[in-house]
């Protein structure tokens, strides 16, 4: 199935609109873990085989493992999500943007070498920078508009002929970029508002929220500015929240027990 086919799949089969960030760092890894040659894998896929059945989707961020040296690590990580667990999106966040003959290459980056179900990508650069990744109508294009970060509003918040960029680029990439279906738009939690401002103006687009947990975004306001008429559409990330919510022995049911406590209390609010 395409990128959306298994994003909507997941939705309904998991009941969940909880997506889980994968973002390794060697100083938070669980004792036991620490030192071990093939630790960051180890790691995450525990975290991956714990909460599977509770997302709708997997988000691994490549700084995290290029870091490390373990482009290889997230090879096997995303295959062994696939083999392990099909039927859930994997999300290549790496916000790639760039010339055309460049951009070949990480289209090829993100979906024959890693195995990318769909990708972040930065669209500064305009639509020949994107170009690759649209025709790849099985894929997802997930372009940055609203981010969570603070900083964000610099260049976002401009205005644009009477309209915020970041409202420029909803509606360019709703109405000329969208034309294989496979487009979505990362809006953070930290500015519902803004965020309902993009959903009003893309219809039932999916839309990538990150900034819950550790950066204060109000999921209650997530949905209230952001679902869909069915209650799905959007992919609510937490990271730190899930991936270090145990340091023992037990870190992986942890991980899980956050995963799960977040689903249930996006569950209870968009009823």
Known sequence: MSFMQTLADAWQRHDSLVCVGLDPELGKLPAQLKGRPDAVFEFCAAIVDATADLACAFKPQIAHFAALRA??????????????????????????????????????????????????????????????????????????????????????????????????????????????????????????????????????MPLLVPGIGAQGGDVAAVLRHGLTADRTGLMINSSRGILYAGQGEDFATSARAAALELRDMINQLRR
């Not at 990480?106 to 669209?123: C, H, I, K, M, W």
């Not at 609203?146 to 009477?162: E, M, V």
């Not at 519902?192 to 103006?201: D, I, T």
């Open 71 to 204: 482009e290889d690590t997230l090879e096997r990580l995303i295959a062994h999500i696939h083999d392990k667990h099909p039927g859930i999106p994997v999300i290549l966040d790496a916000k790639r943007g760039d010339i055309g003959s460049t951009a070949q290459h990480y289209a090829s980056e993100a979906f024959e070498r890693f195995g990318a179900d769909a990708v972040t990508l930065n669209p500064y650069m305009g639509r020949d920078s994107i170009a690759p990744f649209l025709e790849r109508a099985d894929k997802g294009v997930i372009l940055l508009c609203r981010t969570s970060n603070p900083g964000g509003a610099d260049f976002q918040a401009l205005d644009c002929g009477g309209a915020p960029l970041y409202l420029r680029v909803a509606e360019t990439v709703a109405r000329e970029w969208n034309g294989n279906g496979n487009c979505a738009l990362v809006c953070g939690a930290t500015w519902p508002e803004e965020l309902g401002q993009v959903r009003a103006r893309v219809g039932d």
